[in-house]
């Protein structure tokens, strides 16, 4: 939804934001359904409630994620420096790799540069 001024947005948030009145029978109809639920929770004929199947319980939820992320992170941070480290070896058997080759291209100068000079000392 684009707004071509100010005034437009500021129209759409106003309407979007007043204030609705619910329906008459609202009150009713959310004590109706508190009512059924509270009924379909409990044992038919004990009249004890029902204990809810612990994954509907949001504690639950919250626990086993704070679980689950403690088990993720350390296994994420140890894989991070193992990748960090082949890094750094790769890194380092280039640069020794780049070192060798300039060592044998500066020998090879060195060498020609002393059969150059002993044919002009000559």
């Known amino acids: 939804m684009a707004f071509e001024e100010p005034v437009e947005f500021e129209k759409a948030v106003k309407r979007a934001l007043r204030q609705e009145l619910p329906p008459p029978d609202f009150a009713a109809k ?5 009512a059924a639920l509270e009924a379909a929770t ?17 504690a639950v939820w919250a626990i086993a994620a704070g679980i689950t992320l403690a ?7 140890s894989e991070y420096r193992h990748r960090r480290e082949h890094q750094a070896r790769e890194a380092s058997r280039q640069l020794l790799l780049a070192l060798d080759i300039t060592r044998l291209q500066l020998q090879k100068t060195k060498q020609r540069l002393q059969k150059v000079s002993k044919q002009n000392a000559l």
């Open 71 to 77: 088990a993720l992170i350390p296994t994420g941070i």
């Open 42 to 58: 409990r044992a038919p004929q004990s009249g004890k409630m029902i204990v809810l199947a612990v994954w509907r319980k949001p």
């Open 30 to 34: 959310v004590l109706a359904r508190a």
